[in-house]
């Protein structure tokens, strides 16, 4: 029976796309399978901020910050904590990884038009000691151009090859099975669905209108991972951070499902590292959505108060910006599923910067006038239109109208304004010196220290209860599914891998599907900016990788 094409790829997301272009590039037949709609190209990435992990940059250089591969392979192995007899391959990954990002990664990108904004951001900055999680330096380089940005040379190279006829874009094409022939995996069957005029992000039709097979020489699988399915992330969740919460958001539509990683592991690949996977705990409903349940992160400064679900402050050192999962693990012992922000104008006019390319027009559109408009008083656009719209905030000029409403918004009445008042009366007297006891305050101070976070993201300290502040904000702070730590196990070649260790004939894996590497390459927590790298990294390996063994 005669190949199709040389490589099958499933999934047109950014791993996708990079591995059709460096195996179109070598000069590969490539067919591209998806089951959405051409519109949607790109996947995720699209919506994202478009962060990018970086280490010892020119950005990070001219803003006077001292970073090396020894500091960022430190941070990454006490955020990663890697402690599994199967975290072998994704600790190969993730050394492989730090290496990329401190050498090649920004020239090749840069090669490929890509350009960075010159403020480099600090996310997930820890606040343990310095062999524990977080960055110990700002890593996190926005894209010009959002998450389209980063897709942008990535489409453009796989066009480019379909127009040399190497590449076969089929949109609608939805993966049932994968079938060995001689001993490997070189079939794709699945069903063609009606074609689809959903507009990206929205739930498109499920009709089927036919069925295809289709054979490789190689399968490559960049399906992406499982937090549009809130049962499965529920099924998977981890015991560490209690029990899974009772009402979610989704960072991601209802689409990615984790459908392609149940077919893999039926044709005998290994799943690895189910249960490590990575929620926001700083989301918030977005009022004008694009998919069902549809939440928005906000990416905080270190100012604004963060309280749990009765009113209490979080313990040091969960700080807004400093530890997600050690924040979700406390956040699912209090029994409830939700937190609070309370802040001040002044805090959200600079701290407030939400995710995602639909929320930062002046970036995503790449307008140096809009950008710089940012420095000017009030709160951007999107956020002043979260502030009107959005049911999670809550504006008021005094705290008792304040607290009223937060009990109203919820329907618990948790909330005490008396104790409320004591705990911020206690952090505002810790304002009146250049010292205090108050870690949050020692924080977001030594935050100021740093050039880029003291023009453009941290809040001059201030009492919360300062009329001349105000008004105050409430914001209710909702889970949001996001990311899958774990996946298909590969090794460095990104060559799938079976229960017994040996590679699974045929089969590639990249992006979320494996874990962004290896199957877990961030191990237990993140460091920020490394999702879109690693698709692109593990994304690349797999294409070159599987060129190589179909030529």
């Given at each position: 029976m005669a190949y199709d094409a040389d490589v099958i790829v499933i999934g047109a997301g950014l791993a996708g796309?990079?591995?059709?272009?460096?195996?179109?590039?070598?000069?590969?037949?490539?067919?591209?399978?998806?089951?959405?709609?051409e519109q949607s190209l790109g996947g995720q990435a699209h919506w994202s901020f478009g962060g990018l992990f970086l280490v010892d940059s020119p950005e990070q250089r001219r803003l006077r910050v001292r970073d090396s591969f020894a500091l960022a392979w430190q941070d990454w192995l006490g955020t990663a904590g890697f402690d599994r007899e199967e975290d072998h391959w994704p600790r190969r990954w993730a050394e492989a990884y730090v290496d990329f990002a401190a050498g090649e990664k920004r020239s090749w990108l840069r090669a490929q038009g890509l350009r960075i904004f010159p403020v480099v951001g600090w996310a997930e900055r820890g606040g343990y000691d310095a062999s524990g999680h977080g960055n110990s330096v700002p890593r996190f380089h926005i894209t010009w151009g959002t998450g389209p940005g980063v897709v942008e040379p990535f489409e453009r190279r796989?066009?480019?090859?379909?127009?040399?006829?190497?590449?076969?874009?089929?949109?609608?094409?939805?993966?049932?099975?994968?079938?060995?022939?001689?001993g490997a995996v070189d079939t794709v069957t699945g069903e063609v669905l009606v074609p689809s005029g959903a507009p990206r992000g929205t739930a498109s039709s499920r009709e089927v209108a036919g069925a295809f097979e289709l054979r490789a020489q190689a399968v490559v699988v960049t399906s992406g991972g499982i937090g549009g399915n809130h049962d499965l992330v529920r099924a998977n969740w981890p015991r560490r951070l209690g029990a899974p919460p009772r009402r979610m958001l989704s960072g991601v539509p209802a689409h990615v499902d984790g459908?392609?990683?149940?077919?893999?592991?039926?044709?005998?690949?290994?799943?690895?590292?189910?249960?490590?996977?990575?929620?926001?705990?700083?989301?918030?409903?977005?009022w004008d959505p694009v998919w069902a349940r549809h939440g928005i992160r906000i990416l905080p400064g270190p100012s604004s108060l963060w309280l749990d679900a009765t009113g209490q402050r979080l313990p040091v050192p969960l700080f807004p910006g400093f530890d997600t999962l050690g924040t979700l693990e406390h956040i699912m012992r209090t029994g409830y599923d939700y937190t609070w922000f309370?802040?001040?104008?002044?805090?959200?006019?600079k701290e407030f910067a939400l995710s995602g390319s639909e929320q930062n027009p002046d970036l995503t559109g790449r307008s140096?006038?809009?950008?710089?408009?940012?420095?000017?008083?009030?709160?951007?656009?999107?956020v002043r239109a979260f502030m009107e719209h959005g049911r999670d905030f809550v504006v008021e000029r005094d705290l008792g109208a304040l607290v009223r409403r937060m009990n109203e918004l919820t329907g618990d009445a948790l909330i005490d304004e008396a104790a409320l008042r004591r705990q911020i009366l206690a952090r505002d007297r810790e304002i009146g010196n250049p010292f205090t006891k108050d870690l949050q305050i020692t924080a977001l101070r030594g935050a100021r220290g740093y050039l880029g976070d003291r023009l453009v993201r941290v809040a001059a300290p201030h009492r919360l209860l300062d009329p001349q502040a105000g008004p105050l904000i409430a914001v209710r702070l909702n889970i949001l599914t996001r990311k899958t730590l774990g996946g298909l196990e590969t090794d460095l070649s990104a060559r799938v891998l079976t229960e017994e260790g040996g590679p699974l004939p045929g089969v590639y894996a990249a992006g979320e599907a494996a874990g962004f590497g290896g199957g877990g390459m961030h191990g237990y927590r993140s460091l920020?900016?490394?999702f879109l790298g690693g698709c692109l990294f593990s994304g690349r390996a797999a294409g070159r990788a599987a060129a190589r063994a179909v030529g």
């Open positions: 796309l990079a591995a059709t272009a460096e195996l179109a590039e070598a000069g590969r037949k490539v067919i591209l399978l998806d089951q959405e709609p796989v066009r480019a090859g379909a127009a040399r006829g190497l590449v076969d874009l089929r949109f609608r094409h939805r993966v049932t099975a994968l079938g060995r022939s001689a459908a392609v990683l149940g077919i893999a592991e039926q044709a005998g690949a290994r799943m690895i590292n189910r249960d490590r996977m990575w929620h926001y705990t700083e989301g918030i409903e977005n309370v802040l001040t104008r002044k805090v959200i006019e140096v006038r809009e950008v710089l408009g940012r420095a000017r008083s009030g709160a951007p656009g999107p920020e900016g490394t």
